[in-house]
């Protein structure tokens, strides 16, 4: 005979306490329940019951107080079902909400869930450390930032919630999008991926929203947008802040209304689409600046992921920086190098300020240009600030096999876009280097330029 599960029902009010307990008991579950956060402290341990279902609003203090309590899983019931409370309680920690009134089958249904995926991930059992931490495979970090975002990530995943995730240049918004995407219901439909600061603006709607024949010169023919190109999947947006302010308003009645219309067209069509917005701008600032639309933000404000910057990652630091230098030695199929102790200690000095990106890179570097096996603190350049305002590097430096041309040209493309970004947005700045925006992006995503932050 398979052991019971557990259940403990927190709520103040008899009647639904009482209901919830007979309704759990007959989907043979073993029921103890308790008024309050501190009754149910003080009668029973925590860490006996498989799931805890809590009422949010109990007197004295409110459900969530048991999240930390102990590492069962927690689904927090409230009467205001209003989705603030409950996505601030999912981001305390809980597993799931459940709004009152509830279906029977909704309840039943999350508490099974919850044992379920808590039994795969509980710490007691001790799986494997990438299988149950990394929401994709190749996601590297252990810090508890990191782990945070993980639990985030698979939790939002299981959801429809349109997501914004917010992280400077390089932290890896576009990974944990995939891995939003790949563990969500919708992973086996590709995944549309929009760089909003790459289209030019004013092919930017059509491209999103599709058009009809005709619609301005040079629609010849009636084009499907990418947003209905993702029906049934996720769309990513990336760099969502820079989407032109009329592209704006047309996304917004897609979200409002499920609905797509194509530019030049008067019907629409019903569209499923889930929406994930990546940016590294501080949305609300730009909202205050009005080159964001405020209903908008709103909107795509539903669930936030904030990736913290690679210099507060600790020792994440030097294991990605390790697998990072495997990785790339492997790819150039040079043989194995490792760091110097001077390199070391730089890389964890250095701020980053292109994150896991500009590592990348600097590895890179490192190991074309190595001549040992050590990769020293020299190789990598990441001599503080100077490093990369440099405008010229010594040639002693350079790869036998690179042009000295090509490395000249990158070096007046940094020191042009160093010394100019302040003044210039990056549509002046892609004119005056006579070359496209999306081009331009390119070549900060390569050289680990990340645009400076608004304000
Ligand atoms: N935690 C991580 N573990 C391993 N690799 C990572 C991690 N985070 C980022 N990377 C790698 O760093 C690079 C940059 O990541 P990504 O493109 O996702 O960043 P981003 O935040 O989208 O950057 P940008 O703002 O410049 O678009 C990629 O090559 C990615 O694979
Ligand atoms: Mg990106």
Not at 114 to 140: F, N, Q, T
Not at 200 to 223: D, V, W
Not at 285 to 296: K, M, N, P, S, T
């Amino acid at each position: 005979m398979t052991q019971m599960n557990q259940v403990l029902v927190v709520e103040d009010e008899v009647v639904i306490r009482t209901a919830l307990k007979r309704l759990l008991e007959r989907h043979e579950y073993k029921v103890s329940e308790a008024g309050t956060v501190k009754e149910s402290l003080e009668k029973y341990d925590m860490e006996d019951f498989d799931v805890i279902i809590s009422d949010l609003r109990l007197p004295g203090a409110p459900g969530t107080d048991l999240i930390k309590a102990s590492s069962t899983p927690v689904l927090i019931m409230t009467s205001y079902s209003s989705i603030r409370s409950a996505i601030d309680s999912m981001k305390m920690g809980a597993v799931d909400y459940i709004a009152k009134p509830f279906e029977h089958n909704e309840i039943i249904e999350s508490v099974a869930k919850a044992i379920r995926e808590h039994s795969k991930s509980s710490p007691k059992d001790k799986p494997a450390a990438d299988e149950i931490e990394l929401p994709v495979h190749g996601m590297i970090g252990s810090c508890a930032q990191m782990m945070e975002l993980f639990r985030r990530i698979r939790k939002v995943a299981l959801t429809s919630s349109t997501v914004l995730i917010n992280g400077e240049s390089g932290t890896g918004k576009e990974l944990v999008v995939r891995a939003i995407h790949n563990l969500s219901n919708r992973f086996d439909k590709e995944m549309i991926s929009v760089n909003c600061a790459a289209i030019p603006e004013n092919l930017i709607e059509s491209e999103l929203f599709g058009h009809e024949k005709g619609a301005f010169t040079g629609a010849t023919s009636t084009r499907t947008g990418l947003v209905e190109a993702a029906h049934g999947s996720t769309l990513f947006l990336d760099e969502i802040g820079e989407l032109p302010l009329h592209a704006q308003a047309r996304l917004l009645r897609v979200l409002q209304e499920s609905e797509i219309r194509k530019v030049g067209s008067v019907q629409s069509t019903k569209v499923d689409v889930r929406l994930v917005a990546a940016t590294h701008l501080n949305l609300k600032q730009l909202v205050a600046d009005g080159e964001f639309r405020e209903d908008l933000y709103y909107r795509i404000n539903v669930m936030t992921l904030l990736i913290p910057p690679l210099r507060d990652r600790g020792n994440d630091i030097l294991e990605l920086a390790d697998v990072i230098l495997q990785r790339t030695c492997k790819r150039l199929k040079t043989a194995q190098l490792k760091y110097g102790s001077d390199a070391i200690r730089a890389i964890t000095e250095y701020r980053w300020p292109g994150n896991v990106r500009e590592l990348e890179n600097a590895i890179e570097r490192a190991v074309v240009l190595a001549e040992t096996t050590e990769i020293t603190e020299e190789l990598l350049a990441i001599d503080g600030e100077v490093a990369k305002a440099s405008p010229s590097r010594d040639a002693t430096e350079l790869p036998p096999s690179k042009p000295i041309e090509d490395l000249s040209l990158e070096d007046y493309f940094q020191r042009f876009v160093l010394e100019h970004q302040d003044a210039m947005n990056e549509t002046q700045l892609a004119k005056k280097l006579g070359i496209s925006r999306k081009c331009l992006w390119e070549r900060r995503q390569r050289f680990g330029i990340p645009r400076k932050k608004k304000h």
